[in-house]
T-cell receptor, first 110, second 112 residues
Framework: QKEVEQNSGPLSVPEGAIASLNCTYSDRGSQSFFWYRQYSGKSPELIMFIYSNGDKEDGRFTAQLNKASQYVSLLIRDSQPSDSATYLCAARTGGFKTIFGAGTRLFVKA | DTAVSQTPKYLVTQMGNDKSIKCEQNLGHDTMYWYKQDSKKFLKIMFSYNNKELIINETVPNRFSPKSPDKAHLNLHINSLELGDSAVYFC???????????FGPGTRLTVT
């Protein structure tokens, strides 16, 4: 069973802090990794994707990938109350499928 | 100029009825998907089409049948609706199966 695991949270951080969201995946053949943000009652919205080991930065967001440890993370710098949402980690397996984690709820306190 | 659109947004129906949800994308993508998100917010793949060819067919009841008339459209027909079918159904598309997916607004199905 190929899985993507996330801590369900909620993860609570004060405004302006760094939020760190983590994800592990079981399929070593996974090729591509994605982070989506989902506000309550809305559809998932792509934040970042990462294909290679290391860090990838986009504005306040940094995705980190470590294929040896089968670990993906998302750092949100200068967290804002508007970042409060559920963050979904996803991994594309060696085949056609993208597997989603159950999501981590983030709460940023003003 | 919505990228991925779904109709209807809300669907309330009784057990035993048959209903359809429609999805259209104007992104020129080759691959389209149907996902089910249950009350625990877990997003589960149901079907995927690549250039009108079925490439993912997960273990879902055969009451669910996808149809892709062309690569911009993917519809989902559900026969004999059951209470457990109540969920939010999301359509998504991607350039091809290797790339990031873009989601439609979702269809909230309630079966009473």
């Amino acid at each position: 069973q190929k899985e993507v695991e996330q801590n369900s949270g909620p993860l609570s951080v004060p405004e302006g802090a760094i939020a760190s969201l983590n994800c592990t995946y079981s399929d070593r053949g996974s090729q591509s990794f994605f982070w989506y943000r989902q506000y309550s009652g809305k559809s998932p919205e792509l934040i970042m994707f990462i294909y290679s080991n290391g860090d990838k930065e986009d504005g306040r967001f940094t995705a980190q990938l470590n294929k040896a440890s089968q670990y993906v993370s998302l750092l949100i710098r200068d967290s804002q109350p508007s970042d409060s949402a559920t963050y979904l980690c996803a991994a594309r397996t060696g085949g056609f499928k993208t597997i989603f984690g159950a999501g981590t709820r983030l709460f940023v306190k003003a | 100029d919505t990228a991925v659109s779904q109709t209807p947004k809300y669907l309330v129906t009784q057990m035993g009825n048959d209903k359809s949800i429609k999805c259209e994308q104007n992104l020129g993508h080759d691959t389209m998907y149907w996902y089910k998100q249950d009350s625990k917010k877990f997003l589960k793949i149901m079907f995927s089409y690549n250039n009108k060819e079925l490439i993912i067919n997960e273990t879902v009841p055969n009451r669910f049948s996808p149809k892709s008339p062309d690569k911009a459209h993917l519809n989902l027909h559900i026969n004999s609706l059951e209470l457990g079918d109540s969920a939010v159904y999301f359509c998504a598309s991607s350039r091809d199966y290797r790339y990031e997916q873009y989601f439609g607004p979702g269809t909230r199905l309630t079966v009473t």
